[in-house]
């Protein structure tokens, strides 16, 4: 049986997606976003006109914030999967008063080269602490924040040149896309700064390559007949 569970094994690992080294090129031409819809109506002062497109919000001293910087283009990426930059997210994150956002929005375009804009929502929820422990999240001053951002950009289909791929966003990343979270824990009394991450693939996220489940059914199967030739012995 051990045997059995060791084999098991070794085919799932050699069952899980690899990049392809035939992997195509897409060419990035822009990317781009404008704050949108911050809650609760009025809390957020927003301008797009100039980079970093900025959202503000709070009275005091140094206000609290977001900034977002497109990605500068062009650039090709990599359909196997490698993670490629949207753009730099900055939290500017200081003690405030008056009336902090609960959420915003930041209206997204990715520019395929010869192809119509990809177009969507990306949708921040903003969890501004009270700055006395316990903290709820981990801080290096009491207390830190945290950013959330969902989105419909998960395997959203487009055609280039013929061949059929996906986007899909993966979230924040501070060590160039090799681990995404899509929640950023952002330090009190400073510029807290991450990329934003997207991905192209030829196969959806979350579905197995047809050669895959080739190979772990093969595998089953023949672990099914050593099973019985086992039980005859």
């Not at 030829?202 to 080739?214: D, H, N």
Request: hydrophobic letters at 40%; glycine letters at 10%; charged letters at 10%.
């Amino acid at each position: 049986m051990r045997k059995c569970v060791v084999i098991l094994i070794a085919i799932a690992a050699i069952a899980l997606p690899a990049p392809s080294v035939w992997a195509n090129l897409v060419p990035i031409n822009a990317t781009d976003g404008l704050w949108t819809n911050g809650q609760p109506v009025g809390a957020a002062t927003i301008n797009n006109a100039t980079d970093p497109r900025t959202a503000r919000w709070g009275t005091g001293g140094a206000l609290s914030g977001y900034n977002w910087s497109p990605a500068a283009t062009p650039f090709n990426a990599d359909s196997s999967g490698v993670a490629f930059s949207l753009g730099t997210f900055n939290h500017l994150n200081f003690p405030i008063g008056g009336t902090p956002i609960t959420s915003i929005d930041l209206d997204f375009s990715l520019q395929i080269d010869g192809l119509a804009p990809l177009l969507g929502t990306f949708h921040f929820i903003h969890d501004e602490t009270p700055n006395a422990v316990p903290c709820a999240y981990p801080s290096t001053t009491p207390c830190a924040d945290a950013v959330t951002v969902s989105s419909p950009f998960l395997n959203t289909p487009f055609n280039y040149l013929g061949v059929d791929y996906f986007f899909s966003l993966l979230g924040f990343s501070q060590d160039g896309g090799a681990t995404t979270v899509n929640k950023f824990i952002t330090q009190e009394n400073q510029e807290n700064i991450a990329g934003l991450y997207g991905v192209i693939t030829e196969i959806p996220i979350g579905v197995p390559e047809p050669s895959t489940l080739l190979l772990l059914a093969s595998g089953l199967v023949g672990l099914g007949g050593m099973a019985r030739r086992r039980r005859k012995n």
